[in-house]
Nanobody
Framework: QVQLVESGGGLVQTGGSLRLSCAASGRTLSNYVMGWFRQAPGKEREFVATIHWDGHTYYAQSMKGRFTISRDNAKNTVWLQMNSLKPEDTAVYYC???????????????WGQGTQVTVSS
């Protein structure tokens, strides 16, 4: 069993930055793929980024160049650096862990509770 806890969300103006953290407990993350997803009000959950245990990353097209996913297996932590934020980035952001690199949410077995990101115009 893996427990994931996100933090770092908040209110930021358009063009600003936030760094989300996802701390894991229960098991080491070193053998897991980690992903970030988001869900805006009234919309379906959306893939943001994912990182393999070996460091290989993959991003949703709209986040490329603005968001950076990283991890420190020794610290059991994953981060999502978000720059040049836009109002349409407003959502609850979720951290997830799974066994294979995927953009599909149901491929991830464990999920955090989410952290709210609000970007004001």
């Amino acid at each position: 069993q893996v427990q994931l806890v996100e933090s770092g969300g908040g209110l930021v103006q358009t063009g600003g930055s936030l760094r989300l953290s996802c701390a894991a407990s229960g098991r080491t993350l070193s053998n897991y793929v980690m992903g970030w997803f988001r869900q805006a009000p009234g919309k379906e959950r959306e893939f943001v980024a994912t990182i393999h245990w070996d460091g290989h990353t993959y991003y949703a097209q709209s986040m490329k160049g603005r968001f950076t996913i990283s991890r420190d297996n020794a610290k059991n932590t994953v981060w999502l650096q978000m720059n040049s934020l836009k109002p349409e980035d407003t959502a609850v952001y979720y951290c997830a862990s799974g066994g294979q690199l995927s953009t599909v949410g149901n491929q991830y077995a464990y999920w955090g509770q989410g952290t709210q990101v609000t970007v004001s115009s």
